[in-house]
């Protein structure tokens, strides 16, 4: 039997903040067993989870790994609006004129992240 990915771990200053940042991306909580403070907080989602764990060190670079978040029941642009309201930053536009492309974003602490069309703006 091959192996499947349990969660995705991000580094982060503030676990807790950085998981109810997330946690409302995704529509989802954090986890029952979490609580301001500690030093791991995980997101249970359909597929893998997100499990956030506090480090020293501050992000310094590009990300050599991202999340692209496909927005369930809204346009890619509607998600996007929505996310900087909820604490994002802009980082790259790479919409395109016909509808095509993405954005890129970023979280409260720097991690990039981008947001792909939706399935009905696929045609999907």
């Known amino acids: 039997m091959s192996s499947?990915?349990?969660?995705?771990?991000i580094d982060c200053a503030d676990a807790y903040a950085l998981a109810g940042f997330w946690a409302q991306v995704l529509d989802s909580k954090v986890s029952d067993e979490d609580r301001p403070?500690?030093?791991?907080?995980?997101?249970?989602s359909e597929g893998a989870g997100l499990l956030?764990?506090?480090?020293?060190?501050?992000k310094a670079v590009k990300n050599r790994v991202h999340l692209d978040v496909q927005p369930q029941d809204r346009t890619r642009d509607e998600e996007v609006e929505r996310l900087l309201g909820l604490g994002a930053t802009l980082v790259g536009d790479h919409r395109r004129p016909d509808g095509t492309g993405w954005a890129t974003l970023a979280d409260p602490?720097?991690?990039e992240f981008c947001v792909e069309?939706?399935?009905?703006?696929?045609g999907e």
């Open 4 to 9: 499947l990915v349990r969660h995705v771990t």
């Open 37 to 44: 403070g500690d030093p791991e907080c995980l997101i249970e």
């Open 52 to 58: 956030f764990i506090q480090v020293p060190e501050r």
């Open 109 to 111: 602490e720097g991690n």
């Open 117 to 122: 069309r939706s399935r009905a703006e696929r």
